[in-house]
């Protein structure tokens, strides 16, 4: 019989699993404890980041937070389209709160809760808080009154787009006017 030689650098209890001498029993019987191993190393390595926790810059900050709203807007605008865009009429209060609550209100708060994994500069951590808020306000409104989105003064996400533009954030809170024309079945022709 031939003798396993292990590979340098293996450890020689995984060199015996492999090896003709230790039998096919033997191995059965420390299948768990390989096993385990296994699950204790790839946790170990899942746990491990990229060890930068540092806060983001305001332009990586703005990059990714914009990225996530546009990835949000699109979202809704794509399901506005496809859900109001053949009507040619103002869709039905009911169509409209059944859209409302099981697109945009979830989308949002989506976007909302991913933006708040974002790690801001430490210096506008409060401004940030602030963005937030009122977009989770946004959210609970449009859930309370989902038939606000068609108001042309506030469609319940104005001071969440409002205070996100103005930090530099770009389509947060979809794009009102779009989304608005697209539910009304009025989408404008570029």
């Known amino acids: 019989m031939r003798r396993f030689r292990s590979p340098s650098g293996w450890p020689r209890y995984i060199s015996l699993l492999l090896s003709a001498e230790w039998g096919e029993n033997r191995v059965r019987e420390h299948r768990n404890v390989l096993l385990a191993m296994g699950v204790v190393a ?4 899942g746990a491990c980041g990229d060890g930068d926790d540092r806060p ?9 937070g914009s990225a996530i709203c546009r990835e ?17 009429a103002i869709p039905s209060a009911e169509e409209i709160t059944k859209f409302s609550t099981s697109t945009v209100a979830p989308t949002i708060e989506n976007e909302v809760e991913r933006l708040s994994k974002l790690r801001p500069p430490e ?3 409060e ?9 989770r306000d946004s959210v609970e409104r449009v859930r309370q009154d989902p038939t606000i989105l068609l108001s042309s ?10 205070l996100a533009t103005a930090y530099g954030l770009q389509n947060c809170g ?7 024309d697209a539910i009304s079945g009025i989408v ?3």
């Open 42 to 45: 790839a946790l170990g390595l």
């Open 56 to 64: 983001l810059s305001k332009a990586e900050f703005i990059e990714r």
């Open 72 to 88: 949000g807007s699109d979202r809704i605008e794509a399901a506005a389209s496809t859900a109001f865009a053949e009507q040619g």
């Open 123 to 125: 210096a506008d951590e």
């Open 127 to 135: 401004r940030v808080e602030e963005i937030l808020e009122a977009g």
């Open 153 to 162: 003064v506030d469609d319940g996400f104005g001071r969440y787009r409002e």
């Open 174 to 180: 979809g794009s009102s006017e779009t989304t608005r």
């Open 188 to 190: 404008r022709e570029s």
